[in-house]
């Protein structure tokens, strides 16, 4: 078996987003991101029902007769 790597949660966010350089550099300003998008995440309310459809079906109405649509 391979050697375990230990990492911060923000060195495996900043993995997953490609910015390890980033972490390394500006560590910060990814702390700083990392809780801003736990933020906006918190922000949105879960539907009780994932599988449900989030607005009703949408046909697009045919064109009047003579319309240049």
Request: proline share 7%; hydrophobic share 45%.
């Amino acid at each position: 078996m391979g050697a375990t790597i230990s990492m911060t949660e923000e060195e495996i966010l900043a993995r997953a987003a490609g910015i390890t350089t980033g972490l390394k550099t500006h560590p910060k300003e990814v702390a700083e991101a990392i809780a801003a998008s736990r933020r906006m995440a918190g922000a949105f309310t879960r539907v009780a029902n994932e599988t449900a459809e989030p607005m009703p079906a949408y046909a697009a109405p045919i064109p009047a007769k003579g319309s240049r649509a």
